[in-house]
Nanobody, 120 residues
Framework: QVQLVESGGGLVQAGGSLRLSCAAS????????MGWFRQAPGKEREFVAA????????YYADSVKGRFTISRDNAKNTVYLQMNSLKPEDTAVYYC?????????????WGQGTQVTVSS
């Protein structure tokens, strides 16, 4: 089992930047991929970005491609989400997640979430 704690959320104006962090403990961090998801009020949770165990491969939702960057530091057991050129539609609770080795993210470990609010 993996324990995840997000931080770095807050209130920012449109066009601004935030960096989210997710600290992991439990399983060997460098052995699994990590992902970021978000859920806006009244909407379903959606995929934002993911990164392979080594950091060599990254994946992004079309809505954030070119603005967000996912990275990881395996020595610090931490994954990051750098968010630039933020838009009001990026407002959501952001969650980091570690996938179950067979069943994927839905059956994996999730953090408690951090609120990101982008004002227009």
């Amino acid at each position: 089992q993996v324990q995840l704690v997000e931080s770095g959320g807050g209130l920012v104006q449109a066009g601004g930047s935030l960096r989210l962090s997710c600290a992991a403990s439990g399983r060997t961090f460098s052995s699994y991929a990590m992902g970021w998801f978000r859920q806006a009020p009244g909407k379903e949770r959606e995929f934002v970005a993911a990164i392979s165990w080594s950091g060599g491969s990254t994946y992004y939702a079309d809505s954030v491609k070119g603005r967000f960057t996912i990275s990881r530091d395996n020595a610090k057991n931490t994954v990051y989400l750098q968010m630039n050129s933020l838009k009001p539609e990026d407002t959501a609770v952001y969650y980091c997640a570690a996938p179950h080795y067979e069943l994927g993210y839905e059956a994996g470990s999730w953090g408690q979430g951090t609120q990101v609010t982008v004002s227009s």
